[in-house]
C-alpha cells in the first residue's frame, strides 16, 4: 500500500494518491490531472476510482476530467446531487482497492454532502481518514458555505459537524493518520496547523475542536466564533464542481495567446479584461501597465485572484514574466478563472519599448519613515488581517484589511501622502495596485512591511498572540 499527499502550497490543498496491487484510488484531485495519469503509469496501476470528500469551494477539482481520462467513476457520499455521473455511495459502504479498503463515513457540517474516507489495510486495521474539509489538523471546517436562507443555518451545520466529529471520527484509535484536504493559510477553516499530516491522537490533544468535554452548545459557539464572509468566488467554485467544466487544455489554448503591446491594448479596451500583472512586486513598483492589478506568482497567487476578482466569468489579460505565462493561467484555472484571453508578448519591457503610458508605485525605506514620523505624523495603513493587526502594529496605523479595500477607500487622504505595508511587502503591493486603479495616486509603499517596522524603533503594540484573540 502506498499512500502519497500532493500538497499545492499556493491554495494550501492537498490530494491524495493512494496505491494497492495495481489499483489506484484519487482523492480531491486538482484541476490538471496529467500528474496523477503518470503517476499511476509508473506503478503499472490503473485509476479505479476518484473520491470527492465534498462538493469544493476554494478550488476547482479535476474530478471530471479524470474520470473522463481514464473511465474511473466519481464517487461522493450521501446527499451529493452532481449533474454528471456518479457513485453517490451510503454510509459505511466499502470500496475494494487492491488489498485494502476504503470506507464512506458521511460526516456532514461543513456540507450536508462531506464525507470523510477511512483507509483499512488489508488485515482490516484502520489505517488513515481522509478528512476533506470535516478535520482541519488544529481546527474543523468552517460550517457556514452551505446554509441555505430559511432551511439550515450555520448553527444548524455546526451542529452536524460536532456530531460527525463525535460519532465517527473522535471514537477511531489514536494511532490513525489524518489527511486534510487544507492546511494553514486557505479560508476554509480560521485555526489551521502549518503541518499537513498528524495523528489522530495529538489532534485529540491539541485541536480545540475536540475536547472530550465540550458540549454541543460550546462547540457550536466556538466553531462560527471569529468567522469572516468566505471569499466571493466561493459559490462559484461549487457550481463549476457540482455541474462541471471546461477541459483545462482548451483554457490554457485561450489564455496563452501571445499579444503585441498594440493588441493586448485593444483587447483591454475592447474587452473590458483586467489587466493582471503577475510579477515580483519590486518589479511592478518599477513599473506597470496604468491601471494594471498586481497579484504575484509568488505568494498566495490563486486565492488572492479568487478573493479580488471574484467573478470567474471575468476576462483577465496577463502581465508575466517570460515563460510563466502557463503557470498562471493554470493557477488561475484551478480556482474557476477560465476567462484569459492572453498575455503581453515581451512582457513589459515590450510595452515600454514601445513607448506606451506606464505607471510606478512610490516606496519609502523605513529609516526615511521614522525620520519623518519624528518630524510630522504620518498617516499610516495597514492591509494585514484584522487578527494580525490585533495581534500586533505600529501604534500610528490604522487597519483597512485588504479584503475589504474597498469598503476603507473613503478613508485615505484625498491630497495628502499616506503609507501603506503589510508583512512583507506582497499584500500592501496589491494594495497599491487596487488604490492606483480607483484613482488614488498618493500612496506610499513602506518597504519590507511590518517586518522591517518592527526592527526600526517605530512604536508598536504590545504583542498578543492570536489564538487568545
Not at 273 to 282: F, I, S, T, Y
Request: include cysteine; hydrophobic fraction near 40%.
Amino acid at each position: 500500500m502506498k499512500v502519497e499527499q500532493i500538497y499545492t502550497g499556493c491554495l494550501a490543498q492537498g490530494a491524495y494518491y493512494i496505491e494497492s496491487d495495481g489499483e489506484v484510488a484519487i482523492i480531491d484531485p486538482l484541476r490538471e490531472v496529467e500528474p496523477y495519469i503518470k503517476r499511476a503509469k509508473l506503478d503499472d496501476a490503473e485509476i479505479k476510482y476518484i473520491f470527492e470528500t465534498h462538493f469544493h469551494a476554494d478550488f476547482v477539482s479535476g474530478h471530471v476530467t479524470l474520470a473522463k481520462k481514464t473511465g474511473a467513476p466519481i464517487v461522493y457520499g450521501p446527499n451529493a446531487n452532481p449533474a454528471f455521473d456518479a457513485i453517490i455511495a451510503k454510509d459505511n459502504q466499502e470500496f475494494i482497492l487492491g488489498k485494502v479498503t476504503i470506507k464512506v463515513l458521511h460526516t456532514p457540517g461543513h456540507t450536508m454532502e462531506s464525507t470523510t474516507y477511512l483507509l483499512q489495510d488489508e488485515d482490516g486495521k484502520d489505517h488513515a481518514i481522509f478528512s476533506g474539509d470535516t478535520l482541519f489538523l488544529g481546527d474543523v471546517g468552517r460550517p457556514d458555505l452551505a446554509q441555505k436562507m430559511g432551511v439550515l443555518t450555520e448553527r444548524d451545520l455546526a451542529g452536524y459537524l460536532y456530531d460527525s466529529l463525535r460519532n465517527k471520527i473522535m471514537p477511531l484509535r489514536d494511532d490513525v493518520i489524518v489527511y486534510p484536504a487544507h492546511g494553514a493559510g486557505s479560508a476554509c477553516g480560521k485555526n489551521m496547523m502549518k503541518e499537513t499530516v498528524d495523528t489522530l491522537g495529538n489532534q485529540k490533544k491539541v485541536n480545540y475542536a475536540l475536547r472530550a468535554d465540550m458540549t454541543k452548545e460550546e462547540f457550536i459557539e466556538e466553531v462560527i466564533e471569529g468567522l469572516l464572509p468566505p471569499p466571493q468566488y466561493f459559490p462559484l467554485n461549487v457550481k463549476l464542481n457540482k455541474e462541471g467544466y471546461e477541459d483545462i487544455k482548451d483554457v490554457l489554448k485561450r489564455g496563452t495567446r501571445a499579444l503585441s503591446p498594440k493588441a493586448f491594448e485593444a483587447a483591454a479596451n475592447e474587452t473590458g479584461a483586467v489587466v493582471l500583472d503577475v510579477r515580483h512586486q519590486d518589479d511592478y513598483a518599477k513599473g506597470h501597465i496604468p491601471r494594471s492589478i498586481f497579484i504575484g506568482l509568488d505568494g498566495s497567487f490563486a486565492p488572492w485572484a479568487g478573493a479580488l476578482i471574484s467573478d470567474v466569468k471575468q476576462p483577465i489579460l496577463l502581465v508575466a514574466p517570460k515563460g510563466l505565462e502557463g503557470e498562471a493561467v493554470t493557477r488561475l484555472s484551478r480556482v474557476g478563472f477560465d476567462n484569459t484571453l492572453g498575455y503581453l508578448e515581451g512582457g513589459f519591457e515590450a510595452w515600454k519599448k514601445a513607448a506606451f503610458e506606464y505607471d510606478t508605485v512610490d516606496q519609502i525605506e523605513v529609516a526615511d519613515l521614522r525620520s519623518i514620523m519624528a518630524e510630522d505624523k504620518a498617516p499610516i495603513f495597514d492591509v494585514r488581517k484584522k487578527s494580525e493587526f490585533l495581534s500586533e502594529h505600529a501604534l500610528e496605523a490604522m487597519n483597512t484589511p485588504l479584503d475589504y479595500l474597498n469598503d476603507h477607500l473613503s478613508e485615505f487622504p484625498g491630497n495628502d501622502f499616506f503609507y501603506i505595508h503589510c508583512a512583507g511587502g506582497y499584500r500592501s503591493m496589491i494594495a497599491a495596485s487596487i488604490l492606483k486603479s480607483r484613482g488614488i495616486h498618493n500612496l506610499i509603499d513602506i518597504k519590507g512591511g511590518f517586518e522591517k517596522i518592527k526592527d526600526s524603533g517605530i512604536p508598536v503594540s504590545e504583542y498578543v498572540c492570536p489564538s487568545t484573540l
